[in-house]
């Protein structure tokens, strides 16, 4: 199962592996919040950008932030340094694998009631075949 949270919202023994994806670590929040930090899970600075300005709709974000996970970026190195990789495929198929048996949550800085959160997009493209 993978369910998704704010870092607003408490932790709880349901949340099962805790996986913050965030592009900066969230202020305020120490590493016990958290198994993992994965900034790779998260939008590139450019996107993030584009969205916080109004400069994209949310439905170009949540299209561009997909291709970035399944296809990567193509100057990696300056739109978002820490993507190890092109694409993050391969890793998505590897939690699709581990929410088989644990659950896992999604957690970023947006609100709890949050409309557009990029924590919601990841979580629908988890449900699909990657």
Do not use: V
């Not at 939008?43 to 291709?67: C, H, M, N, V």
């Not at 929410?99 to 949050?114: G, M, R």
Request: charged share 30%; with cysteine.
């Amino acid at each position: 199962m993978i369910k998704t949270k704010s870092t607003e919202e408490p932790a709880s023994t349901r949340d099962g592996l805790r996986l913050f994806i965030t592009r900066y670590w969230p202020r305020g929040h120490n590493k016990e919040e958290c198994d993992e930090w994965l900034p790779c899970l998260a939008p590139s600075q450019e996107l993030l950008a584009q969205i916080s300005t109004d400069e994209i709709t949310w439905g170009a974000f949540e299209r561009a932030y997909k291709t970035e996970m399944l296809k990567g970026i193509a100057d990696e190195s300056s739109k978002n340094p820490r993507m190890q990789n092109l694409g993050q495929k391969y890793f998505l198929r590897l939690l699709k694998r581990i929410a088989c048996d644990k659950t896992i949550t999604l957690i970023c800085t947006c609100p709890p009631n949050a409309k557009h959160c990029h924590r919601y997009t990841l979580q629908k493209l988890l449900s699909k075949p990657i």
